[in-house]
Structure formats: C-alpha cells, structure tokens
C-alpha cells in the first residue's frame, strides 16, 4: 500500500512513522529545515518512555512519488486549500484523499441528504478549489484525537492519544476505508470506522471551536481554560449556539456539552494548536474552526453572539509560565 503523507508536520510526520512501521510504503511531503533533518536522519517520534526513528522518501515536490493509493492531507485547513493543485501529481485513477484538519472539511455536504447536499463552504474552500482540483469523490473524512508537537527539525514529541476516526461522506463501509484502517492497526493505532463520521467531526470541533481561539486570545493552557470560571462559561455559550446549527443539519452529539469541557480539562496543561502556530507567528485555524461555523449558522438561521463576540471582553487568566 503506497501512502503518501502531504504535511508530514506533528501529526503528519507521527502518522507517516507508525504506518512505515506497519509495513505501508510511506513517502513524505515536507519543507524547510524538517525536510533536511528527515532526509538525513530520518523522522524521530519522543514518547512518554520510548522513541521511535524511521526513514523514508522525503521531499518538498509531489512528482517525486507520483500516483498513491492514499494521500493523507495533514496541513492546516487553511494550507491544504493554497496547496491543492500540488496534490495532483499523487492521484492515480482510484487514489483516496484523506483529510485530516481540524473543524468541517471542504466535502462536508457531499454525499449528504437532504436540503442541503452539494452545498460548498466558501469558508473552508473559497471558488470551491478543493472541491474542483481533487473532487470529494475522493475524499475520506478522518478525526484525529492525539497531540503532537515539532519540538526541532525532523523530532515530534507526542504527547498523548493514538484514536482515529474514518468515515466516507456517504456513510458506507467501503473496501478503501477497511484498507485504511487496517494499516492504522498494523501499525500499531487505534482506528476505527465511523459511519456517522460527520458525528466525530462535530464532536470534536465542538472544543476545538472555542478552547482553540480562547487559548490563543488569553495564552492559557487547556486545563486551565476549561476550569476558570470566566473562560469555562464562554466555551459553554459557544458550545450551546454550535449544538443548535449542528442539530438542525441533523448532527448528533453521544456527550453533553459538562462532560466534553471535563474532558479537555482531563488533558490537562496542554498547548492548544492554535495556541502553538500563534506563539511561532503562523497563521492560525480561524475560518476552518469559526468562520465555517458562523457560514452554517447563517445557512440554518441560527443567532451566535457569543462565537460573534470577537470584540468583547475575554477574561483574563493566567498564562502558562506566569505571564498574564
């Protein structure tokens, strides 16, 4: 199984190891300075009490690997639509794209039923370029649950979880999606299949759409951000206006709104991803993770003051480190 990594970033870069070591003929699409230190020394992962180092092809040009059966797109939302037409040198007749950012992804309502099928996100996919280049044909709808981080050139410490999730837009359990997951398995991650993926994406982009930009607006870690009373009850009034818009395009959360906010306070002292790209002075998830959001709302006539509230007071808590 050939499987093409496109942003062999933190998750990236620990997806295309753990597959490599099941056994998956895995190449890597990087830039920079990681893309020199995965060529020469291969890419590193730092666990809790282990570290695993695997080499394999690398490069910054798609044409160096051609056709896959796979490619993981594992680039910001924001990256993977500036960077589609570099894509196309790794599609064969019946290569799957597997996307894998966070919030609602550009093929959200393909495959869907109802009023609102075939309906295209300009926040997500502004003049519908992804949908154009790749075509949701293609895609296969991922949720991804661990944590990562680049710590320096070609080294990813991994800081928690090792759960996927993979759905097809319409709902079927197809062979592609089966492949998939038993690659995951091989090597050595939790995966499984979700017929009801747009569920998971919900789910998770229910913390994502308010932990993310609070964290970022205060510099506050997620343990702290989901128990001060302050920036707790913000999560909870953006969660509350996200479940009505998900609800009337009939999404169904298994948690209650309590219960995920405990969980991202479990987690503990965690860095937000946005949080991280903000620190290192790169462009942050804003359209994938609220600027989509509102776009629903406004489709199924939903009021959000409080995601709308870019302009009001956050409450000020303390920054990890001590600085307020």
């Known amino acids: 199984m050939k499987i093409c990594i496109f942003g062999a ?22 830039r920079g300075a990681h893309l020199d230190a995965i060529k020469s020394n291969g890419i590193k992962v730092v666990f809790k009490d282990d570290e695993l180092v695997e080499k394999m092809p690398a490069s910054d040009n798609p044409v ?29 007749p019946d290569t799957a794209v597997v996307t894998m950012q966070n919030g609602i992804p550009w093929w959200y309502f393909y495959g869907f039923e109802g009023q609102y099928a075939g309906l295209q996100l300009q926040n997500v996919d502004p003049d519908g370029r992804q949908w154009r280049t790749i075509g949701p044909e293609r895609a296969i709808g991922a949720t991804v649950y661990p944590a990562s981080e680049i710590t320096e050139p070609g080294v990813i410490s991994h800081i928690y979880g090792d759960k996927f999730g993979f759905g097809e837009p319409d709902r079927s359990e197809s062979a592609r999606v089966t492949a998939l997951i038993k690659a995951f398995e091989a090597g050595g991650l939790k995966a499984r299949f979700n017929p009801e993926i747009r569920n998971d994406i919900w789910l998770k982009l229910w913390g994502n759409l308010c932990f993310n930009p609070i964290s970022a607006l205060t510099g506050a870690t997620l343990d702290i951000v989901a128990t001060d009373a302050g920036t707790r009850a913000l999560a909870r009034a953006m969660m509350e206006e996200a479940e009505k818009i998900a609800r009337r395009i009939g999404v169904h959360f298994r948690v ?11 987690v503990g002292a965690h860095r937000t991803s946005m949080l991280q790209d903000l620190d290192k002075g790169r462009a942050i998830e804003l359209d994938a993770l609220l600027g989509v959001v509102q776009e629903m709302a406004r489709i199924v006539d939903v009021e959000t003051p409080a995601i709308e509230a870019r302009g009001g007071r956050i409450p000020c808590v303390p920054r990890a480190g001590g600085r307020g």
């Open 9 to 30: 970033g933190a998750i990236g870069g620990y997806v295309g190891l753990m597959l490599k070591r099941g056994g998956a003929d895995v190449s890597l699409i990087a």
């Open 256 to 266: 209650d709104i309590e219960r995920r906010i405990n969980g991202a306070a479990a």
């Open 64 to 92: 160096d690997f051609g056709p896959q059966d796979y490619v993981i797109v594992a680039l910001k939302a924001h990256q993977a639509w500036e960077t589609a037409e570099q894509i196309l040198p790794l599609l064969g």
